[in-house]
């Protein structure tokens, strides 16, 4: 997901964007919805299958 896309959506939850990285507007989202703030901390699997973020979380392995 492109940054754009990513403000857009935190921006819907009501969240500042400014002067924040991908990383940590991704798990700030993810906490305003309710859900575990682990974007980027998978090593090998995650057990999320639902997540929204999880192909970007993920890239290259086999979730």
Do not use: F, H
């Not at 492109?2 to 507007?25: C, H, I, P, Y």
């Amino acid at each position: 997901m492109q940054m754009a896309e990513v403000r857009e959506k935190a921006k819907k939850l009501g969240l500042k964007t400014s002067r924040k990285g991908k990383r940590d507007l991704i798990r700030e989202i993810q906490a305003a919805e309710g859900n575990y703030q682990c974007y980027g901390t998978a090593v090998d699997s995650c057990d999320q299958l639902q997540c929204c973020w999880r192909e970007d979380c993920l890239p290259g392995k086999s979730a």
